[in-house]
């Protein structure tokens, strides 16, 4: 490390009572709060002291500005450590800190975004180092900046797969401007890790992974500075072997102790004695400022240029149109950015890809890492970022996905090969769940279109539309049924067929929308009439339209949807009218596992094809009759 300069002793000495005076915030907070894990901030001191005061560059009064170093916490419980970082940085009051997990402050067990220097919310062990790779992607090449991202890993979470997934994610790009710090402190939760203290193992793990991996005494700033100090060619991983509740001789190296806090009077004599280890220094030390050479980006406006370009009754499936519609976004759009998971000749993203190819990132079959990227990219409003992978595929990045709604990230997801549609292919990669998931993210928007048109629509609205967005397309062709000068909105629903002699209203969305339209074509050669209403949206839903034209229709209101019954539009439907009275509400979706087949076949089978909605139809009506 020919170009590292040795701290003088006085950096070192002030970068050893920082790490105390850490040590000391974490127990006086986490003890007064009665929740915390002081253990395991003890043991990354050291760490957070180099990396805040001697090794990142930023803005100690703008943490969110887009020039500074970035920094995510991955081991969220070790939150009381990043918050008194900050204290020592000067940009919390040391009083703030003894509102740790008060239901009315922004200091919450767990990193969140409540606080402006956190990111992403991090403690669902394993996405931290994800969300870095989006972020040191970002940096080098979409930005093309000097700022650097550093992950702080637990060695309890290098046995999440997802870990792996960014290792492999980071090396394959050579991601030189990350940088991984793990605190390998030997002990979980109830016992300890697999390698415990093996430093040598994890090294050689790394290196297979094409990181340079570095040993460090991780209690030693002497240590640490140097080698956080000198960039690689490749992303750095710091294996640090620490101590876990150093400077707590009663829970050091000691299980039972994770989680837990400590009595006030033991807590007293600690801090009593780490007190006493705060030597007296005449240097104060402060962040170094960054480089100010990352572009500045506007994000506001992101519209397309042009109405869709689709001629009513041509046949398009809404996953090449939801292709088209992205690649035409980006073309006008320099941050408008595209993610995909080895699927992008089957999602269409391959349409960008073509067309934008430096704007594409390909994270292979790893999903969960997919959507951590997606979020890092995302984050400090640096890019639009649309990923796409399969419908069903999402299910195994759920944990990503919930907490990229607590992040209040704005990533924009779009899942091909939903339902039966899918067809041959069979039951395992048939997303019949995906709106159950994505209804049950506190800030999704659920897109559901059913045409070229409308696809084109949601992915424009998706990409100004805060929140998780989640836009659902599938695999086989559809009519164009919307003219190209149709106005769409988030939560607005469409009438699309009706008649004012109507007896039933029909909510139907994607492939069994078409359904409906050829039931409405039947029924209306034996005098019987319906309304079909596309939702559009699922969530939100158009309550307003579906109530008011169900009241047309004397009550009578039928669903139909490629989806499992459990928490799809149905359930949505449902969950709208159950304050409503005189409803008379009929069901169709999805009721056993599927088997593979024709999509045509499938629909017939499984009761949500043409035929099945008309006879649901006959049937209430019949029934209503009766009941007269």
């Not at 069979?426 to 070229?452: K, N, Q, W």
């Not at 909105?489 to 909510?507: E, L, R």
């Not at 439907?573 to 045509?600: D, Q, T, W, Y």
Request: charged share 20%; hydrophobic share 35%.
């Amino acid at each position: 490390m020919e170009d590292y300069h040795k701290p003088d002793q006085q950096t070192v000495l002030a970068l050893r009572n920082i790490a105390n005076r850490l040590r000391i915030h974490c127990i006086k907070a986490t003890t007064a709060a009665g929740s915390g894990h002081p253990t395991s901030c003890c043991s990354v001191a050291e760490i957070m002291s180099v990396l805040y005061f001697h090794t990142m560059k930023y803005r100690y009064d703008d943490p969110r500005n887009f020039n500074n170093d970035r920094f995510i916490m991955s081991k969220g419980h070790a939150a009381p450590a990043l918050y008194s970082m900050w204290v020592e940085a000067g940009f919390l009051k040391e009083s703030e800190l003894f509102s740790l997990c008060h239901v009315d402050s922004s200091m919450e067990g767990h990193p969140t975004p409540k606080q402006h220097f956190v990111d992403l919310a991090t403690g669902s062990l394993g996405q931290g180092l994800g969300v870095a790779c989006g972020m040191a992607y970002t940096g080098k090449y979409f930005d093309k900046a000097s700022y650097r991202v550093f992950c702080l890993l637990g060695d309890g979470e290098m046995s999440e797969g997802s870990v792996w997934e960014a290792m492999s994610f980071a090396s394959y790009y050579q991601l030189d401007n990350l940088v991984a710090i793990m605190d390998i402190n030997r002990l979980g939760q109830t016992d300890s890790v697999p390698l415990q203290h093996y430093v040598e193992k994890y090294q050689k793990r790394c290196e297979a992974f094409g990181w340079h991996a570095i040993i460090v005494d991780g209690h030693s700033v002497e240590e640490l500075c140097k080698a956080l100090s000198h960039a690689r060619h490749q992303p750095t991983a710091i294996i640090a072997k620490t101590i876990k509740g150093k400077g707590i001789p009663a829970a050091e190296d000691k299980l039972g102790w994770h989680g837990k806090t400590l009595p006030k009077d033991m807590a007293e004599m600690v801090i009593k004695d780490l007190q006493s280890r705060v030597m007296n220094s005449s240097k104060h030390l402060y962040p170094a400022a960054p480089v100010e050479d990352a572009p500045p980006v506007s994000l506001r406006n992101i519209r397309m240029p042009s109405a869709p370009s689709y001629k009513p009754g041509e046949k398009m499936t809404t996953r090449k149109a939801y292709g088209m519609a992205l690649a035409k976004l980006g073309r006008y759009n320099e941050r408008v950015v595209a993610v995909d998971g080895d699927t992008n000749n089957l999602t269409y993203s391959e349409i960008f890809k073509n067309e934008h190819p430096n704007r594409f990132v390909e994270c292979y079959i790893a999903q969960q890492n997919m959507v951590s990227v997606a979020m890092g990219c995302a984050a400090r409003d640096r890019n639009v970022v649309f990923a796409s992978t399969l419908a069903s595929f999402f299910t195994r990045a759920y944990d990503q996905l919930r907490t990229a709604a607590i992040s209040e990230s704005n990533i924009n997801l779009c899942g091909s090969h939903c339902g039966l549609s899918t067809g041959e292919e069979g039951p395992s990669l048939m997303g019949l769940e995906d709106i159950s998931m994505f209804r049950s993210l506190p800030t999704a928007t659920v897109f559901y279109p059913s045409d070229g048109v409308s696809t084109e629509k949601a992915v424009e609205l998706a990409a100004s539309t805060r929140g998780v967005t989640y836009i659902r397309t599938s695999r086989q062709e559809s009519a164009i049924i919307y003219n190209s000068n149709e106005d769409f909105h988030v939560g607005q629903a469409k009438v699309v067929y009706q008649n004012k002699d109507d007896q039933v209203t029909v909510v139907a969305a994607g492939v069994t929308l078409h359904e409906a339209l050829a039931a409405a074509e039947y029924l209306k050669k034996e005098r019987i009439y319906i309304r079909v209403i596309d939702p559009f949206t699922i969530k939100p839903l158009d309550v307003k339209t579906i109530v008011d034209h169900t009241r047309a229709t004397r009550g009578r209101i039928l669903t139909v949807e490629d989806h499992y019954y459990e928490g799809g539009l149905g359930e949505a439907v449902s969950s709208a009218m159950v304050n409503e009275s005189g409803f008379n509400l009929h069901r169709l979706a999805v009721s056993h596992i599927p088997r593979s087949g024709k999509p045509h076949e499938l629909l017939k089978i499984y009761g949500i094809d043409r035929d099945a909605i008309a006879q649901a139809v006959r049937k209430m009506l019949s029934s209503s009759t009766n009941a007269k």
